[in-house]
T-cell receptor
Framework: EAGVAQSPRYKIIEKRQSVAFWCNPI?????LYWYQQILGQGPKLLIQ????????DSQLPKDRFSAERLKGVDSTLKIQPAKLEDSAVYLC????????????FGQGTRLTVV | RKEVEQDPGPFNVPEGATVAFNCTYS??????FFWYRQDCRKEPKLLMS???SGNEDGRFTAQLNRASQYISLLIRDSKLSDSATYLC???????????FGKGTKLSVIP
C-alpha cells in the first residue's frame, strides 16, 4: 500500500521568496493534516482538512501561509513571503475520519530559509 | 497552558533497563491517546494507542489516567533500537485533530 507522498524532500530559499509543498495522502483517507516541526519540538498543527473542507486552521499564520485541497485528495501548502523562522520540516499526514485511528505521515519537506 | 506536556529528557539508560515516560494533557474532553515514535530525521510513526483499560504490546505498556489527565509509557528490557523520541499525542472529541507533545528523547546505551 502506498504511503503519504510529499515533495520536494528538501528546499532552500531566501527570505521573502515563495515556496510550495505538495502532499498526496493515502487513498481513501478523508482527513489530511499539515504540521510544522521545528528542530527539537513536536509537530505543530497548521491546518486540518476533512475532504476538501477546512476543519481547523487556527494556528496557520494566514498572512503568509495558505493551503488548499481542492478535490479532496492532494493538498498544497504555500508560504509567501518566507521568513527565517519558517525553517522547519513540514509534515503531511492523513487518516480515516474515525476516532482512535492512526495518522500516517509522509517523510516531510525540510525547508531552510536563508 | 500547553495542551500536551512531556519531559524532554534526554533519558540515557543502559540496555536491558526499564524506563517510563509520563505525559500530561490539559483538554479533559480528549477522546483518544497515542504514543508515536520518531527516529532522528524521520517522520513520526504510531507506536501504540492508549486505551482506558491500558495497552500492552510486547515490551511496551501504555496506561491512561483520566482523573489525573496523564498517560504513561513503560519500556521493559530496553534495546539499542529503542533509541528515539517518543511523542505523546491526544485527540479531541469529534475533530480527530492530533495534538502532539514536544517529545521525550530516549538513548539506550550499550
Amino acid at each position: 500500500e502506498a504511503g503519504v507522498a510529499q515533495s520536494p524532500r528538501y528546499k532552500i530559499i531566501e527570505k521573502r521568496q515563495s515556496v510550495a509543498f505538495w502532499c498526496n495522502p493515502i487513498s481513501g483517507h478523508a482527513t489530511l493534516y499539515w504540521y510544522q516541526q521545528i528542530l527539537g519540538q513536536g509537530p505543530k498543527l497548521l491546518i486540518q482538512f476533512q475532504n476538501n473542507g477546512v476543519v481547523d486552521d487556527s494556528q496557520l499564520p494566514k498572512d503568509r501561509f495558505s493551503a488548499e485541497r481542492l478535490k479532496g485528495v492532494d493538498s498544497t501548502l504555500k508560504i509567501q513571503p518566507a521568513k527565517l523562522e519558517d525553517s522547519a520540516v513540514y509534515l503531511c499526514a492523513s487518516s480515516l475520519a474515525q476516532p482512535n485511528t492512526e495518522a500516517f505521515f509522509g517523510q516531510g519537506t525540510r525547508l531552510t530559509v536563508v | 497552558r500547553k495542551e500536551v506536556e512531556q519531559d524532554p529528557g534526554p533519558f540515557n539508560v543502559p540496555e536491558g533497563a526499564t524506563v517510563a515516560f509520563n505525559c500530561t494533557y490539559s483538554n479533559s474532553a480528549s477522546q483518544s491517546f497515542f504514543w508515536y515514535r520518531q527516529d532522528c530525521r524521520k517522520e513520526p510513526k504510531l507506536l501504540m494507542s492508549v486505551y482506558s483499560s491500558g495497552n500492552e504490546d510486547g515490551r511496551f505498556t501504555a496506561q491512561l489516567n483520566r482523573a489525573s489527565q496523564y498517560i504513561s509509557l513503560l519500556i521493559r528490557d530496553s534495546k539499542l533500537s529503542d533509541s528515539a523520541t517518543y511523542l505523546c499525542v491526544n485527540s479531541g472529541a469529534g475533530s480527530y485533530q492530533l495534538t502532539f507533545g514536544k517529545g521525550t528523547k530516549l538513548s539506550v546505551i550499550p
